[in-house]
């Protein structure tokens, strides 16, 4: 099945500092999620991103969806403290139902 | 609105117990999944349903995992014998489906389970 190859694994930063986060997959999707996990939570959804090319921002997150539609990226800027947890890309295939999930991010951001 | 609610939030039992936990979905929502998370294994995908029909159960790890969808806004999912490499954070999950594609799983807070 597709895997997904999300990196890296974790991230140690000072606030205030950009933070930038990749997935890559061997096949292709037709569309693409970025999720955070905080302590304790279910993960929940920061970006989806529909088509190749996609560039999307919501507050200090921007994401995009690669034009070969095998990967994208999310960038945070200017880190705060309440950014830590754990990042997820996902993608998914139109009408597949399900989404595969990268291993995640774990983000930690020093005061 | 209401999001996926979950439940319980935590339980702790011996091994050899049966465990359920139990699944609201978004009201509307076409597609169910549900998930474990451990440190070893990240997020697995363990079975999904579409319109309270499994679909795809190929990542419920052995027969003692068994889960159900009796209507549209109820799901169980039930370990019977529990064992203490059970134990893990089990999420549902639900989605929407459009004619441009599904659309993103909204996730529960999870039950953290204990199998001692």
């Known amino acids: 099945g597709q895997q997904l190859n999300q990196s890296p694994q974790s991230m140690f930063i000072q606030e205030g500092e950009d933070v930038s986060m990749n997935c890559t997959s061997s096949s292709i999707f037709n569309t693409w999620l970025w999720y955070k996990q905080d302590p304790g939570e279910g993960p929940v959804l920061l970006i989806a991103?529909?088509?190749?090319?996609e560039l999307t921002s919501n507050g200090r997150l921007t994401a995009q969806f690669g034009i070969t539609r095998k990967d994208s990226f999310l960038n945070i800027s200017a880190s705060i403290p309440s950014d830590v947890g754990i990042y997820f890309c996902?993608?998914?295939?139109?009408?597949?139902?399900?989404?595969?999930f990268g291993d995640g991010t774990t983000l930690t951001v020093k005061p | 609105d209401a999001g996926v609610i979950q439940s319980p939030r935590h339980e702790v039992t011996e091994m050899g117990q049966e465990v359920t936990l139990r699944c609201k979905p978004i009201s509307g929502h076409d597609y169910l999944f549900w998930y474990r998370q451990t440190m070893m294994r990240g997020l697995e995908l363990l079975i999904y349903?579409?319109?309270?029909?499994?679909?795809?159960d190929s990542g419920m790890p052995e027969d003692r995992f068994s889960a159900k969808m009796p209507n549209a806004s109820f799901s169980t999912l039930k370990i019977q014998p529990s064992e203490p490499r059970d134990s893990a954070v089990y999420f549902c999950?639900?989605?929407?489906?459009?004619?441009?594609?599904?659309?993103?799983?909204?996730f529960g807070d999870g039950t953290r389970l204990s199998i001692l």
């Open positions: 349903f579409n319109n309270n029909v499994p679909i795809d």
């Open positions: 991103l529909y088509k190749a090319g």
């Open positions: 999950a639900s989605s929407l489906a459009r004619d441009r594609g599904n659309q993103p799983q909204h």
């Open positions: 996902a993608g998914q295939l139109r009408y597949a139902g399900k989404s595969t």
